[in-house]
């Protein structure tokens, strides 16, 4: 079973800054494109950044000039930097893994971590 491992959560103003970390193991890294998620109550959940295994990286369009998603491999760790936090953007967010094996794709996610913006 992979496991990711999120933190970083937590409550901020709005305008302020968030960090979240997702670990996973240095294999699972290698061979995965990572993703944040998040679900806000009452909606579903929606991709927030991705980066492939190349470091190509993508947005959705409420996030893009604010968020920046990165991996350290070094680390085994990829990172979601949220600045000019919205209370939109009020949400449990989640770390995915996707990776093809053997022809077959795999989905991991992890346990999820909330953020609170207040105005």
């Known amino acids: 079973q992979v496991l990711l491992v999120e933190s970083g959560g937590g409550s901020v103003q709005s305008g302020g800054s968030l960090r979240l970390s997702c670990g996973t193991s240095?294999?699972?890294?290698?061979?995965?494109?990572m993703a944040w998620y998040r679900q806000a109550p009452g909606n579903e959940r929606g991709m927030v950044a991705q980066?492939?295994?190349?470091?190509?990286?993508s947005y959705a369009d409420s996030v893009k000039g604010r968020f920046t998603i990165s991996r350290d491999n070094a680390k085994n760790t990829v990172y979601l930097q949220m600045n000019s936090l919205k209370p939109e953007d009020t949400a449990v967010y989640y770390c995915?893994?996707?990776?093809?094996?053997?022809?077959?794709?795999?989905?991991?996610w992890g346990q999820g971590t909330q953020v609170t913006v207040s105005s």
């Open positions: 240095a294999l699972i890294l290698s061979i995965s494109d």
């Open positions: 980066i492939t295994t190349g470091g190509t990286t």
């Open positions: 995915n893994a996707r990776r093809l094996m053997f022809g077959k794709e795999y989905t991991s």
